[in-house]
């Protein structure tokens, strides 16, 4: 049996693509809805995720910087060491020296090593009392760390939990929407998706309702709506871009208000005539 051949969704009439479009803009309304349900809750794990990382990072560096200070200490310390060395060395020369020259040359000498050495045991005291900050600040981002990390298995948590719920219908309802989306023209569907990108609360396609826009309210025109009615061209609000489609045509009863019964005049004559009788 030869297959039935796919019509082509431009030479469809302008009364079938509304359709397929209103349509189509229904179920991607109701897989709004369950991003709805799930809430801040996407936003927040991202949060949650992004600060994790940057405390990470901070105490990384933090422990990197800690590192480079402790090398920093046994390197002044070996100097030192080596200065005291040295300064004893001097010391022992300036038994022997021949000449005031001499002994003024290692007496320089002793100075220098033992303000080399005064130098060290400062940069020394201000690198442990660094390294001191840092540890006092790891420990708190740690802590920080431990709570947020908690935070963010208590959200994964409670937003895996919805999605599971959510998860099939969801996916029941993409999958008809892409089967949709081929029966509408490729320039409608990208107008139709541009504008929903840009509306607030994600209506591309909506029903006059009320002599009115179903998206932004604002008034229609008679003539306009009359143009939507025949359905011989799409229609689009002219305050807010969304694509206008007539409510029969969407398949959506409106309730018409009630109108107020008129008193009728025969009763008021006869209440009349008895007053005068």
């Known amino acids: 049996m030869a297959r039935e051949k796919v019509k082509d969704p431009s030479e469809m009439t302008v009364e079938a693509k509304l359709k397929n479009l209103y349509q189509l803009q229904t179920m991607l309304s109701e897989i709004d809805s369950f991003k709805t349900l799930r809430g801040e809750l996407p936003l927040e794990v991202q949060d949650l995720e992004d600060e994790i990382e940057g405390l990470t990072t901070r105490v990384g560096r933090m422990l990197e910087q800690s590192e480079n200070l402790r090398s920093e200490v046994s390197q002044r310390k070996g100097t030192i060491e080596k200065n005291n060395s040295d300064i004893a060395r001097y010391k022992a020369q300036m038994d022997n020296v021949r000449n005031n020259r001499e002994y003024d040359s290692l007496t320089k000498e002793i100075e220098y090593s033992e303000l080399d050495n005064q130098l060290n045991e400062k940069k020394i005291r201000e690198a442990n009392d660094t390294i001191e900050n840092l540890q006092e600040q790891i420990r708190k981002s740690n802590e920080m760390l431990s709570e947020r990390r908690a935070d963010l298995d208590l959200k994964k948590s409670e937003l895996d939990e919805i999605i599971q719920e959510t998860r099939a219908e969801e996916e029941k309802l993409r999958e008809k929407a892409k089967g949709i989306e081929l029966t509408i023209e490729t320039r409608l569907l990208s107008a139709f998706k541009r504008i929903r990108k840009n509306a607030r609360n994600g209506l591309g396609i909506v029903y006059v309702q009320r002599d009115a826009c179903g998206g932004c309210f604002n008034k229609i025109p008679p003539q306009r709506q009359l143009d939507v009615r025949m359905h011989k061209k799409v ?8 694509i206008l489609i007539d409510p ?7 309730n018409k208000p009630a109108e ?4 009728k005049r025969g009763g008021r004559r006869t209440s009349r005539r ?3 009788e």
């Open 248 to 254: 029969e045509l969407a398949g959506v009863e409106l």
């Open 260 to 263: 107020e019964e008129k008193p």
């Open 235 to 242: 229609i689009v609000c002219e305050y807010c871009g969304r």
């Open 274 to 276: 008895k007053t005068e």
